[in-house]
Structures are given as structure tokens and as C-alpha cells.
């Protein structure tokens, strides 16, 4: 008779063994699923930031460049009014270039120094 007791305490204890183990693998593939959506967001949004800071990039090497082509054009236009060498008006228009060129530089420099610190935010 000790037999007869003992089996379906053991097949009780089988059959919430298999409900465990279903239990089990139902979370894990529920688990599975909410990672794997989990890093397909995160590679979206990562693509999404990229983008974004390519674009800041460029915008920031535009104005890099304008600046720089400002200041070129200062610079011819000094080097012109060097050549002609007119006494008086080559002074006055002498020092409103220099004026002027030395604060397009502060202002290329500075845009130099953003543009430095974008990059490495973006690395």
C-alpha cells in the first residue's frame, strides 16, 4: 500500500515540474522578445543621433567655411589696397580693415573652437 500513495504524489510532483518549466520558458521567450525590440530601439535612435549630429556637422562646417571665405576676401581687399598705396584714404580704409579682420578672426577662431568640440562629442 505504500506504493499506491507514493505514485500520484509523484506524478504531482512531475506534472508541476512540466508546468514549471513551461512557466519558465513562456518568460524567457516573453524576456527574449522585449530585449531583441529592446536593441532594434536602441539601434534606431542611435541611427536617429547620428544623423542629427552629421547634419550639426555640416551646418557647423558651413559656417566654418563662410567665415573663412569672408576673411580671405578681407585679406585680398588689403593686400589690393596695399598696392595702390594712396596715402590718405589707404590709412582710413587700412585700419576699418584691420578692424574688421581682426574681428572676423576672433569670430573664425571661435568657430573653429565649436567646431573642434562637436567633433568630439560625436566620437
Excluded at 506524478?11 to 513562456?26: D, E, K, N, P, W
Excluded at 530585449?35 to 536617429?48: I, P, T
Excluded at 585680398?76 to 587700412?94: A, C, W
Aim: proline residues 1%.
Amino acid at each position: 500500500m505504500g506504493g499506491f500513495r507514493s505514485r500520484p504524489v509523484f506524478v504531482g510532483l512531475i506534472l508541476s515540474m512540466v508546468l514549471g518549466f513551461a512557466i519558465y520558458f513562456r518568460l524567457w521567450t516573453i524576456d527574449y522578445s522585449i530585449s531583441s525590440s529592446e536593441a532594434e530601439m536602441l539601434r534606431k535612435e542611435f541611427d536617429l543621433a547620428h544623423r542629427e549630429a552629421m547634419d550639426e556637422s555640416a551646418e557647423w562646417r558651413r559656417q566654418y567655411d563662410n567665415e573663412h571665405e569672408r576673411a580671405s576676401n578681407c585679406e585680398r581687399e588689403l593686400t589690393e589696397v596695399r598696392k595702390k598705396g594712396s596715402s590718405g584714404e589707404f590709412n582710413v580704409k587700412f585700419e576699418a580693415l584691420q578692424k574688421e579682420n581682426a574681428a572676423l578672426l576672433k569670430k573664425l577662431e571661435i568657430l573653429n573652437n565649436e567646431l573642434n568640440a562637436e567633433k568630439l562629442k560625436c566620437r
